[in-house]
């Protein structure tokens, strides 16, 4: 298939590009490098054997761009990953995530059925359940209020997917909704580049084993969990992106709307995540507690039985692969891309 890519040279989006090839699948991406870089991209290449990536430098809510692209590369499908994802940043520039995330989105979705590609695999997040009424989170528990408006985004854009479904069944629409990625390709040539102090847990921990960062600070030692820090469900990168191929299934078959949850199923704490990656590295990571941060909830992670059943996927790597591969992604590129 060919499949448009937005946001195709961040984090997952660039994961999955290599996955996509893997599987036979060919891409033209488009994004406004705005969290990313052209040198993404070029390691994909490399890592997939091709000589470049089809690519164009354009913002998702820039219509005759989106026009022309998909003139010059008529798609049969779009992974949509374009967006700003910062939860903190969310809160004091509002504005800046609706427009982008929300209004980018719909300009997307009207370019996409003018050139009569109906087939949509968007990154919605676990974000979205809020503080879930149940754990482990089947696909059936009823969506929550969104501690940012970061979350609200991808609710919002949720809604909107399935109202368009409803209207007009032509649609076949997926709805992702990610736990925790971590990790890199096992390669250590692609990986996850935060710009500035990492908010998420992972990066700082690289940040720290490589002396960037004197000591993590852990948020929270009070929680109602095993060992009172907070339990997520991490993801390996990998798993990850192999979890959009296995979505493209769902696409095949014309699903209509379908929604699955991306998880390995197990809820780690902090302090099993400093543990995994002093083991698996051999590096001390030195900590000290912190205040809870406003908004975390103490305990979240997947049921992932609906992907295994209709999609046949499940993810395959552990916490340890997940530590070693994030270091070794920081370790050959301290810098970054
Ligand atoms: P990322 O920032 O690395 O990738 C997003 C890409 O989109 C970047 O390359 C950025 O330059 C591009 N982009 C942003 N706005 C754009 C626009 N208006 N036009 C064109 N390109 C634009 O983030 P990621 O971690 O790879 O996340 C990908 C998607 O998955 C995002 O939508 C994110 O919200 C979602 N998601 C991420 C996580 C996570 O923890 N990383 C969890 C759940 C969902
Ligand atoms: C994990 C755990 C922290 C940093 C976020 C978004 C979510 C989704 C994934 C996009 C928590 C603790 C963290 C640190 C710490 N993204 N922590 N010290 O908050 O579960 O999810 O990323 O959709 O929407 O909210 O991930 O990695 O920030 O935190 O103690 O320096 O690590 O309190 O328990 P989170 P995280």
Not at 23 to 46: F, I, M, T, W, Y
Request: glycine share 8%.
């Amino acid at each position: 298939m060919k499949i448009l890519v937005t946001g195709g040279a961040g984090f997952i989006g660039s994961h999955t590009i290599v996955e996509l090839y893997h599987a036979g699948h060919d891409v033209v991406v488009v994004d406004n490098l705005c969290n990313s870089s052209r040198e993404s991209l070029k390691r994909v290449a490399e890592l997939v054997g091709v000589a470049e990536i089809p690519f164009f430098e354009a913002d998702i809510r820039d219509r005759s761009a989106l026009d022309h692209v998909l003139t010059e590369h008529p798609c049969e499908a779009c992974i949509h990953f374009a967006g700003l994802k910062a939860v903190g940043e969310s809160v004091t520039k509002p504005w800046e995530y609706y427009e982008n995330n929300v209004s980018g989105t719909l300009v997307l979705l009207d370019v996409l059925r003018q050139h009569h590609c109906c087939n949509l695999i968007f990154s919605s997040s676990a974000t979205v359940y809020g503080d879930p009424a149940e754990v482990p989170i089947t696909e059936a528990c009823p969506k929550g209020r969104c501690a940012s408006p970061y979350g609200q985004t991808k609710s919002m854009v949720e809604e909107i997917l399935m109202d368009m479904q409803k209207a007009d069944p032509l649609w076949n629409i997926v709805l992702l909704r990610y736990f925790n990625p971590v990790g890199a390709h096992p390669s250590g040539q692609i990986g996850e580049n935060p710009n500035g102090i990492p908010n998420n847990l992972m990066p700082y921990i690289t940040q720290v084993a490589i002396g960037k960062r004197p000591q993590l600070g852990i948020f929270g030692n009070d929680y109602d969990t095993p060992d009172g820090t907070g339990v997520r469900d991490y993801i390996h990168v990998v798993d990850l992106a192999r979890g959009h191929v296995a979505a493209l299934t769902a696409i095949e078959r014309k699903c209509g709307l379908a929604i699955y949850n991306l998880g390995t199923g197990q809820g780690y704490s902090v302090l099993d995540v400093v543990k995994a990656f002093e083991k698996s590295t051999g590096i001390p990571i030195p900590y000290h507690f912190e205040p809870r941060r406003p908004g975390d909830i103490d305990s979240y992670f997947s049921n992932p039985a609906k992907a295994a059943r209709e999609l046949h996927w499940t993810a395959q790597y552990g916490l340890e692969d997940m530590c070693r591969d994030s270091w070794n992604w920081q370790k050959q590129n301290p810098e970054g891309f």
